[in-house]
């Protein structure tokens, strides 16, 4: 029933974001640094993640889910850094409407070291409570912090990273939560994701903006320390883990060898993108891969969580 709620919901809240995004141009500026083809996105509504994200918090609280405390703090977590993310939105669309020619690239929004500490802080809110509740990484309380933080953090941008093809990081999700149905959080959120695939598969009519891909890395993590499979996570969720590891590594040869560069472009769907891939293709391919290392997890680990 939970998913049931979530998956019409969201196709409603999504369809009546685009219509109310548009009135209001809350349109996307794409990176000019991209792929020429995907200027032509230029404009499509952005922010839409905040739709699926009421879908899935109505869905999960009509059905009961407020009761679970461990729930809350998932949830918790995923809308502190949905938050955070619609504040990165709001920037970028602020500059958007402020940009006069010859301006910069308005296409992102908080500083890069803001977004971190932001996230690291929530993060490490968050660490503690599980930490306190009894979940463990090493067995040791520090460490575990620490390691909680981090993985919480890293899962973010990789999810963030994710989103720059039409469904690519909530078709990738939708994936990866058939491992937590028996979480109430986490089916409401699959039926969102669901319902907003319906305009933001290929050609999108929405995206998510920072404010949905960065809950959606927060909700995985979460999701995955509560379950205690954080070791399963780089497999889990691989190809957001490359795509993260991409822009890493390009950025950091870049700085090194004073300007060469080893992918034609990060992260790493770009450089597919650029080396002939269609989107669809790229999209698709990724997916196979998503659904592969799920289906592993599944028999490494057990069974769903």
Not at 9 to 15: C, E, F, K, P
Not at 72 to 90: E, I, N, R
Not at 164 to 173: E, F, K, R, Y
């Amino acid at each position: 029933m939970t998913l049931l709620i979530a998956a019409p919901l969201s196709l409603l809240l999504t369809g009546l974001f685009v219509l109310f995004a548009k009135q209001y141009g809350w349109g996307k500026s794409v990176r000019e640094a991209g792929p020429v083809s995907h200027q032509v996105k230029s404009g499509t509504p952005t922010m839409g993640g905040m739709a699926f994200l009421i879908a899935a918090c109505a869905s999960w609280l009509l059905m009961g889910g407020a009761r679970d405390e461990a729930v809350q703090a998932v949830v918790f977590l995923t809308l502190a850094s949905g938050a955070l993310g619609l504040v990165d939105d709001l920037t970028s669309l602020r500059r958007k409407n402020r940009r006069r020619g010859g301006d910069k690239d308005v296409s992102t929004g908080l500083l890069a070291r803001y977004r971190l500490l932001a996230q690291t802080a929530i993060a490490l809110v968050f660490s503690l409570y599980v930490v306190s509740a009894g979940h463990t990484l090493f067995g040791q309380e520090l460490a575990d912090t620490v390691a909680f933080t981090i993985i919480i953090v890293g899962s973010v941008n990789a999810l963030n990273f994710s989103d720059g093809l039409d469904g690519l990081a909530a078709g990738m999700m939708a994936i990866i939560l058939l491992l937590f149905v028996a979480n109430p959080f986490a089916l409401a959120l699959l039926g969102a994701l669901l319902g907003f695939l319906w305009y933001n598969s290929q050609p999108a009519r929405v995206f998510m903006g920072g404010v949905g891909a960065e809950a959606l890395g927060a909700a995985l993590a979460g999701l995955a320390i509560m379950s205690d499979v954080s070791w399963y996570l780089p497999l889990i969720a691989l190809m957001p883990v490359l795509e993260v590891l991409s822009v890493i590594i390009q950025v950091s040869y870049f700085r090194l060898s004073g300007g060469k560069r080893i992918f034609r472009m990060s992260p790493l769907h770009h450089h597919l993108e650029l080396s002939g891939w269609s989107e669809a293709r790229v999209v698709s391919r990724f997916y196979l891969v998503t659904a592969v290392c799920v289906a592993l997890t599944w028999i490494l680990w057990g069974g769903a969580a």
